[in-house]
């Protein structure tokens, strides 16, 4: 699944399965600039998280285990 912004460019992508979200998905800047990775099992964030600053430098990483945060490292 991918959504857009009203200028056109992708929102976010993913994979919808059973309606819920699952495995990666990628976010993005209504500029199309990446702005996070995570992962979603079952519409709940889960694993590895990785946001990105306006530079495209990494900004922190985040896990989670069942939409609860479980570490994050800037």
Known sequence: MTYFFKNGKVKAEGIYQNDLMEGEWKFYRESGQLWAVGNFRASMKDGSWIRYDKRDQLE??????????INKRE
Request: overall charge neutral; charged content about 40%.
């Open 60 to 69: 922190y990483q985040e896990n989670f285990k069942d939409n609860k945060l």
